[in-house]
């Protein structure tokens, strides 16, 4: 935690960094992700002196966007994520589709 955090940004990151540890995390990755969760949360409300763009522009936590972002990668969603996707918008055919042709039929 950086030096003049607030007692509840401390109670904070203990409390992240022991649920983190009881998950199954090691000590040093409890910390880490500790320290991005309040670190964000500062940067939210404006106790940071900097910030990046994700952490004051998102109206969500990564919990609430379950994944909304996770397909970046170079290959982006899975036929399974994109087999999803047509199944909400209820798009015929979509079970014996490919997931190029579940991409074209979801204009992707």
């Known amino acids: 935690m950086p030096a003049g955090s607030s007692p509840k940004r401390e109670r904070q990151y203990e409390h992240i960094k022991e649920s983190a540890e009881d ?16 670190n964000k949360e500062r940067a939210r ?23 909304e972002r996770s397909h970046s990668g170079s290959q982006g969603p899975t036929k399974d994520q994109l087999y999803e996707e047509a199944k909400k918008r209820n798009i015929d055919g979509r079970s014996t589709m490919n997931k190029q042709e579940l991409r074209k039929a979801l204009g992707r």
Not at 28 to 38: C, D, G, M, N, S
Not at 45 to 67: H, N, Q
């Open 45 to 67: 409300s404006g106790e940071s002196k900097t910030a990046s763009k994700t952490s004051t522009r998102d109206k969500k936590s990564a919990y609430e966007r379950g994944g």
């Open 23 to 38: 998950r199954g995390a090691s000590a040093k990755r409890a910390k880490e992700i500790a320290a991005r969760t309040v």
